[in-house]
């Protein structure tokens, strides 16, 4: 082998030596970020109440919670019931209707019982939300029916739900909105009769 050919040869190898060590020093960086993301999160903003919260895909109000013997509907239930609603306005900020929204807001505040799934009704006309258009806000009622012989509460925090869009995930390559942590809590006083705080 020529002494040209030679030198020629090392260089590639250098060449290549040095793009393998600078692509495992990118790899460490980028795998030793997330773990520093994912074991020191950022701080969760505390909103008030009546204050837009921006979650990506929506922009939410969250205007009052109160109890009610009475659903949205205003039909009474055959055996009493008690249920918790929450006031909020809702903008559809994507390009599509969603109803994306039902896994949006949740009670943060620790329960001795786990609560059932919310359901969302209609501002408007009282019914069940199904799904909401862009550019289109539209004021709901979150209803949470309340276990029996839990105490009504006199003040809960909620937390809600951020969602950001990729171009292409890394599963399928194809565009969507995906789950990305929290985007803010909400304390909340609830209005009605209250026996006692539920902490």
Do not use: C, H
């Amino acid at each position: 082998m020529s002494i040209a050919r030679r030198a020629k040869l090392k260089r590639r190898l250098l060449a290549m030596l040095v793009t393998g060590i600078g692509g495992m020093a990118a790899a460490a960086a980028s795998f030793a970020t997330a773990v520093y993301q994912a074991a020191n999160p950022a701080p969760v903003e505390l909103a008030r109440m009546g204050e837009p919260i921006d979650t990506g895909r929506w922009v939410i109000t969250i205007n009052n919670a109160s109890m009610a013997e009475v659903p949205p509907t205003g039909t009474k239930p055959v055996d009493p019931k008690r249920f918790l609603t929450v006031d909020l306005e809702l903008d559809n900020r994507s390009a599509a209707t969603s109803n994306a929204f039902m896994q949006l807001v949740s009670i943060e505040t620790q329960m001795s019982v786990q609560l059932p799934e919310p359901v969302y009704y209609l501002a408007r006309d009282k019914w069940i939300a199904s799904a909401i258009n862009p550019g289109m806000p539209e004021k709901l009622i979150a209803v949470w029916e309340w276990p029996e012989g839990l105490p009504n509460p006199k003040a809960l925090r909620f937390s809600v739900a951020k969602q950001i869009y990729k171009p292409r995930d890394n599963l399928y390559g194809a565009p969507g909105w995906f789950d990305d942590g929290k985007a803010a809590i909400v304390e909340l006083a609830v209005s009605g009769q209250t026996d006692e705080a539920v902490r």
